[in-house]
């Protein structure tokens, strides 16, 4: 409107109002002058009540200085809030900057100068003290930075943590919408965050506000970060960060480069760790892009020179939810050192197996091929909940020949929270000398996986593995089915198997356990070699124990269980057929294993060398393997002697060792050559193909000690020995060579008696020995021969022969044939006496042994009365009933000695005699001699009685032919001998060219035959023993025994028998010597003396 058309009437009223209005306003500024010059005039004062009823209505202590107060600054010094002690916060000096006008005033700078600030964390809880009330006001929403200049000089923090210490500092300023830029820095001795420590971690960088947006740039940097339940730790970690927030601090973006050194992330450990990317923070969602590279690669499988990967992360509802996808390469791969050591620990362990030359071509193939070899692959891993999949599309291993290794496909790997993980997909690997192994996992739609795999041929050099095929099927439950077969070819410890066929099938539970052969399964084989041991084309059926698998692995370890009703193999042992057969046989691991009447038939069947076990017990646990054996036989067909019913226990640790053995040692000839000899304690140790073993053999009646027996035997060679030690055997009335008669000729009733004895061979040939054999002897044996030999000894031995008793035998004797029980030809012994009735002394003896059956006696010598005694060779067949002939030839006997020898005291003669002495022993070992003979060398000699007469009532003509018959001359004298040993000798003694000697009485009777040749024939019949003694009888009437004493006649001449034997005889002397002893005891003291004057010795 314009002022013209404005009607001036109208305009006053208006005009008043605008008066009241103005000076109303006028009055208004005056007041607000007033009040605002009183609030100038008193400012310092409402300003300090303003401030202090703010800390006191939030409970806040606090101190501090108002410096000045203007209308465009404030300014507090000193001012300490919290406990002046333990502040919360000092400010030394804070200034407020304000721009006046009408209202309130404008805010345009707050400066603090030298802040301290004091917090904790404790317990998840941030707490600023005092400080509390203002900063957590509990109200929610948008974070919004105030449109405010601060500037901070030397500003500086604390923050006290669970996990450490934690200072700050921050120097700089700009408004806080726009233009702020300050530098900060965090520093700490070290984190212990939980299950992790972090040393020496910093931040420095700079923090600046651009358009209400907040940006960070610097470095994060740590010495070290380990987490050991992880298995995490870092070192020398930088982490260069650029990164802004939204104005509300609800959106973060930003790069990183990442720069670690030695690294060690689940047992995988990195020389150094390298990268970059973004990131990006919105919402509860995190996005990220990752390019990371790390070099010295090590872990357990394989090595890598370097092994990259990038690729994105995300991460949904606050981690709920998480993807990562990626691409991965690697580059001069190596086998890890575990692997290696695996390779080589199993190459090592299997030494001397087919798998040891398969593990060293695989092992030799694969490191060669890592050489320059890649990898690539890519991947897509979730964790959504406790589910964690991965895919990868495809995976592939090259090798430095640009051979595909290992290719992976279509592969998809499932880990639940519980239970085993899922895998599918294509499965192939490959590789010059390198197993070629096809496969693929599935899922069927009943949701089970099943894995379908095959392995050609695998060999190197004479070992060879195959797997036709397997499958590997695995149920919604995570339970694994196996079934499959697998050939195999190749040495064995100790042998060598060919096309062995192993059928596969069990099941691996959701927990792990492994099950094996539930039912009765069949191992078979076209040869199988152990050591010599070789089988052709056998199998073998082993079944498991009721409701049990043969073979179980969970827990509780490895568990073995499985029984076969019997065996029967059979082959060849060193080019020897061999057969192998049982009754049941069962077996547990850890346990015990069990086999019953075990049979072994080692040769040709009809010369076999048998070995059977009725028992054979064995625990089979960790660290202690063994047992026993019991009633064991053994038959070896070179050695004639058989093992029988051995007993013991065994163990088996490396080394298969047998202890506390006992058995029985038997001749396994028709006639036994020895008794059964026994052994307790006995040990055997088996290693390295070669057999060692003790024992001491003894009597099983007298548990005498016989000899030492030492082993050894060489089973890749076939061969041993044996030595035996006889330390000193003593016979005696508890040891004799021979045992009792009735054990030899009764056998029905041998074990009810109890023997002392050798050998039964030894009956009628020695007796009754006394002394000690010690000695020496040695078996030998090869695949070819057995040989033996020993030698045996004796200082003085005792023994009664058939021809006489025997003292003093000493000498060594040499076998040359110990087994075969021969010695070497003309073996000698020397005999201090020998008696086959008149006593032999200092004599020696010359014989050979054969074959254990007969003696050939190459002749003996004994000095004997002045000459020789010569016994001419003999054979004798021992234990076999037969005539025997012992031939004496006796040289330059002196009757002077003989005389002397049978102590005939009386009797004085003189002449040199030669002849022979036939002694014949029947096959019943009566023995007699036959046609023995003497004859007198010439000039022949004479035979005189030199006693007195004992009785003097002979008549006068008896005495008178008696006293000129006493001493006598003889050119020839002859003396033939026939009959038993036991009994009466008949002795015919023939003198020719007799004549009275010096000392015969001379008469006209002796002077009226002098000149005519006289012969004079005498027959003789006495025992052997007392054959010459009758020749006394001759010369002294009183040697003859009274008839009446000898129960022929009585005391009145009546005839009462013809003869009497000498066993009767016998026992006539022994009636008659107790009653002269009885009447003896009985007789009155005389003076007269008890013995005879030796001058006439009378006999009765």
Known sequence: MTQEEVPPAEDRPRGRKRRWLLGGVGVFVLLVALLVAAIWFQREQIADSYIADTFEQNDIDATYTVESISPQQQVLTNIVIGDPAAPDLTIERLELNITPRFGFPDLNELRLVRPRLYGSYREGVLSFGELDPLLFTGEEGPVELPDLNVVIEDGRGLLETDYGRVGVKIGGGGNLQDGFNAEVAAVAEGLALPGC???????????????????????????????????????????????????????????????????????????GIGGEGRFSWREGDLTALYDLAASDVVTAAGNAGELTAEGRVRAMDQFARIEVEGDLAGSDLALGGDLAGALAGAADASEGTLAAPLLDKFAANLARELRGSTLVARFDAR???????????????????????????????????????????????????????????????????????????????????????????????????????????????????????LPIDGTVSADGA??????????????????????????????????????????????????ATSLDLAGELAETPITLRSGAVGFAYPGALSARDLAITLGPEDNAQRFTISELQARLTPGDVGGTFADADIFLASVPLDVLDASGNWSYADVLSLTDAGFVLEDREATDRFEPLVAKGATLTLADSRITANAVLRHPATDTVLSRLEIAHDLTSGTGQADLFIDGVTFGPDLQPAPPAAHCLRPDLARQIVQNGLTCLALGVVSDVRGTVTGRGQIEWNPDAVTSRGSFSSTSLDLDAAFGPIKGASGIVEFSDLLGLTTAPNQRIRVAAINPGIEINNGEVGFQLIDGERVEVTGGSWPFMGGTLTMRPVAINIGVQETRAYVMEITGLQASQFVERMELGNLAASGTFDGVIPIIFDADGNGQLVSGELRSRPPGGHVSYVGELTYEDMGYFANYAFRT???LQYDRMEIDMNGPLTGE???????????????????????????????LRINIRAPFYKLMTSLRAMYDPAALRDPRDLGLVRDDGTQLRETVDQDTVDALDEAAAEEAMRELLEAPQTDEPDIQPPESEAMR
């Open 197 to 271: 420590a972090v040393a020496a971690p910093t931040l420095y960088g700079r923090v600046s506000i651009a358009d209400a947006q907040p940006e960070f740039a610097g470095p994060l940097r740590f010495g070290s970060l380990d987490c050991a339940a992880q298995g995490v730790a870092l070192a020398d970690g930088t982490v260069q960060i650029a990164g802004q927030a939204d104005g509300e601090f609800a959106a973060f973006e930003g790069t990183y480069v990442l720069a670690l050194g030695r690294s060690e992330i689940a047992s995988i450990s990195a020389g």
């Open 985 to 1015: 000798l008949v002795t015919q003694v023939r003198f020719a060219g007799i004549r009275q000697g010096e000392t015969a009485e001379s008469n006209m009777v002796s002077r009226a035959i002098a000149g005519l040749p006289i012969v």
């Open 383 to 501: 964790r959504i909940g406790d589910l964690t999949s991965v895919v990868i599309p495809e995976a592939r291993l090259r090798g430095g020949s640009r051979a595909t290794l290992v290719n992976l496909a279509r592969a998809r790997l499932a880990i639940p929270a519980e239970g085993l993980p899922r895998f599918s997909g294509d499965l192939s690997t490959g590789g010059d000398g390198l197993p070629q192994i096809d496969g693929r996992m599935e899922q069927a739609h009943n949701g089970a996986l099943s894995l379908r795999l095959a392995m050609r041929e695998y060999a190197a050099g004479d070992a060879r593995l195959a797997v036709p095929a397997m499958t590997v099927v695995q149920g919604r439950d995570g339970r694994l089915a196996l079934e499959g077969r697998v050939l195999a070819s190749g040495p064995l410890p100790g042998g060598f198997a060919q096309g062995l066929v």
């Open 965 to 967: 018959l006493r001493d």
């Open 514 to 563: 492994l099950a094996l052969w539930s039912g009765c399964r069949s191992v078979g084989f076209d040869s199988l070699t152990v050591a010599s041991l070789t089988l052709r084309r056998q199998s073998l059926t082993l079944c498991p124990p009721t409701g049990r698998p043969i073979l179980r692995y969970g827990s509780g370890g490895l568990q073995l269980a499985a029984g």
